[in-house]
């Protein structure tokens, strides 16, 4: 079956644009969560998503935003980017996220400048 | 709060040769999980081996294996016969149940497989 889609994968922005990213996750997953990953942080939970509903969020500004829709397709929207959000954003799904069974999208590459 | 240290951040392993990959966490839960996961240059995080802190025996997947210490806090990756397809970023990482797969990542270990 086919695996996690996060769409796309390269993008640049320029500082102060907003950016969409999304991921569509197995089928059948109801539960989404955003990763970020750099080289200086690391990897950082952004916030989880389950059947439409924020469950869980991480130590990220306001301008770090997500959904999710009744597909369980989930959106993550940055604001007013900065340079400093230039990082691999990476998705993962499971079942229902009550399991330990995620699965990690191949990310999309945001770069500010 | 939650932490995981991987103190190794590169490492170099002959072909067929065996290697063990470092982790230390900290946390006062004690029931959670613990992974390791691969990086390939793809950037798809792949699942290597998943362990249970209730568990004491160690997990195993073929020729991936853990030295759970759970007293210690210590959770190391053992890759024997290693490949060139090992070559990645390896991560180790925590997680409580019922969090939503909010998982706490180490800074990761970058390992090369030498021909």
């Known amino acids: 079956k086919a695996g996690v889609t996060q769409t796309p994968r390269y993008l640049i922005k320029t500082r102060g644009q907003q950016v969409t990213l999304s991921c569509s996750p197995i089928?059948?997953?109801?539960?989404v969560s955003w990763y970020q990953q750099t080289p200086g942080q690391g990897l950082q939970f952004l916030f989880e998503?389950?059947?439409?509903?924020?469950?869980n969020k991480g130590n990220f500004p306001g301008r770090f935003s997500g959904r999710q829709f009744s597909n369980s397709r989930s959106e993550m929207n940055v604001s007013t980017l900065e340079l400093g959000d230039s990082a691999l954003y990476l998705c993962?799904?499971?079942?229902?996220?009550?399991?330990?069974?995620?699965?990690f999208g191949q990310g999309t590459r945001l770069t500010v400048v | 709060a939650q932490t995981v240290t991987q103190s190794q951040p590169e490492m170099s392993v002959q072909e067929a040769e065996t290697v063990t990959l470092s982790c230390t966490y900290d946390t006062s839960e004690n029931n959670y999980y613990l992974f390791w996961y691969k990086q390939p240059p793809s950037r798809q995080m792949i699942l290597v081996i998943r362990q249970e802190a209730y568990k004491q025996q160690n997990a195993t997947e073929n020729r991936f294996s853990v030295n759970f210490q759970k007293a210690a806090k210590s959770f190391s990756l053992k890759i024997s016969d290693s490949q060139l397809g090992d070559t990645a970023m390896y991560f180790c990482?925590?997680?409580?149940?019922?969090?939503?797969?909010?998982?706490?990542f180490g800074t990761g270990t970058s390992l090369t497989v030498i021909p």
């Open positions: 998503y389950f059947s439409e509903t924020q469950r």
């Open positions: 990482a925590f997680m409580k149940p019922f969090t939503g797969n909010q998982f706490y």
């Open positions: 993962a799904s499971s079942l229902a996220g009550v399991t330990t069974e995620a699965f």
């Open positions: 089928s059948g997953h109801r539960s």
